[in-house]
């Protein structure tokens, strides 16, 4: 079946400095990902929608200079989280379809990165 | 907003069936519906998805009404493993950041010995 991969599982930063997460594709290819973020107790959220080749788009009061997305391959999109605060601290979830974005395409999900920000 | 109610939560006894209900009155023509669980600390897991048949893998049953207002999961034998929160969402026709999924609360299904 379709695999998203995503690293790390989990990471510890210091407020102030910046994170990078990586969301991969591993056997398809994936035009558009997803990137979703849940807080405790919380449902997923989504961010923004990362498109290859192109500028990401931004779900409303998401601050796209603090959430930069680059999506420069067909399998690869990162998120880095710059100058990270407490209350950036959250799961961030990536996903992807695997036949592109057609209604019928199930979105494939990573395992999640754990960010606690100190 | 999410275009779906689930029940908040549900028991199950091991071995048993787990019948998860999902209402989508609003739903249109052309939209799908997903199932996903999510294992705590864990990304989100497909589970199945239909239009208007039911559908079946190997994981689950998917039974839609005929006026697919509403539709339920079928876990046929649930096991300890299956302790999870089930997300039924309908999923908008691609366009922008549409084609994504908005999750709603999910029912938080736990199985019991």
């Known amino acids: 079946g379709a695999v998203v991969s995503q690293h790390p599982s989990w990471v510890i930063c210091k407020s102030g400095t910046s994170v990078k997460i990586e969301c991969r594709s591993l056997d398809f290819q994936a035009t558009t990902m997803f990137w979703y973020r849940q807080f405790p107790k919380q449902s997923l959220m989504l961010m923004a929608t990362?498109?290859?080749?192109?500028?990401?788009?931004?779900e409303q009061g998401v601050e796209k200079d603090k959430f930069l997305i680059n999506h420069a391959s067909l399998t690869l999109s990162t998120l880095t989280v710059t100058s990270a605060h407490p209350e950036d601290s959250s799961f961030y979830i990536c996903?992807?379809?695997?036949?592109?974005?057609?209604?019928?395409?199930?979105?494939?999900f990573g395992n999640g990165t754990r960010l606690t920000v100190t | 907003d999410a275009k779906t109610t689930q029940p908040t939560s549900m028991d199950c006894a091991e071995g048993r069936a787990a019948n998860l209900p999902c209402n989508h009155s609003t739903i249109s023509g052309n939209e799908y519906v997903y199932w996903y669980r999510q294992i705590h600390s864990q990304g989100p897991q497909y589970i199945i998805h239909g239009l208007k048949n039911n559908e079946t893998n190997e994981m689950a049953s998917l039974i839609i009404t005929e006026d697919r207002k509403s539709s339920t999961l079928i876990l046929p034998h649930a096991t300890l493993r299956d302790t999870a929160v089930y997300y039924c969402?309908?999923?908008?026709?691609?366009?922008?950041?549409?084609?994504?999924?908005?999750f709603g609360k999910g029912t938080k299904l736990s199985v019991k010995p």
């Open positions: 969402i309908v999923r908008v026709p691609y366009g922008g950041s549409q084609g994504n999924l908005i």
């Open positions: 996903s992807a379809p695997d036949r592109g974005m057609a209604s019928n395409s199930p979105l494939h």
């Open positions: 990362s498109n290859e080749g192109s500028k990401a788009t931004y």
